[in-house]
Each structure stands twice: as C-alpha cells, then as structure tokens.
C-alpha cells in the first residue's frame, strides 16, 4: 500500500512525505486484530516515524 501525506494548508496543501506498507505489515496487523504501529522513518527522511493501522479479513 502506498501512502502520501500532505499538510491541510488552508491555501496549498503541501506534500509531507509518502511511505509504503508491505504484505507482512498488513498480515501482522490482520493477525493481532488490533491498531498496530509500523515504523516507516527510513522511508521519509524522519518527517514520519510510524504509521498507526488495522485490518481484518474478508
């Protein structure tokens, strides 16, 4: 999964930094069935340190 993030600037929104969340993050996540932290700072120069998710099956 790909993320960006931009700030919510009232004239421009400026992009933030952007990260990916592979497979294994997503199964970790389906398999504690709860929030769960994925660190993603070496992918966006320390702008963003973690990334909170959950999943569930279909």
């Given at each position: 999964?790909?993320?960006?993030?931009?700030?919510?600037?009232?004239?421009f929104?400026?992009?933030?930094g952007s990260?990916?969340i592979?497979n294994?993050?997503i199964m970790r996540?389906?398999?504690e069935?709860?929030v769960?932290?994925i660190?993603?700072d070496?992918?966006?120069?320390r702008?963003?340190?973690?990334?909170a998710?959950?999943a569930?099956?279909?």
């Amino acid at each position: 999964m790909s993320v960006e993030v931009a700030d919510n600037d009232a004239f421009f929104p400026d992009p933030v930094g952007s990260f990916q969340i592979n497979n294994a993050d997503i199964m970790r996540a389906v398999r504690e069935g709860r929030v769960v932290q994925i660190r993603v700072d070496n992918q966006t120069s320390r702008q963003i340190l973690f990334a909170a998710m959950s999943a569930m099956p279909e």
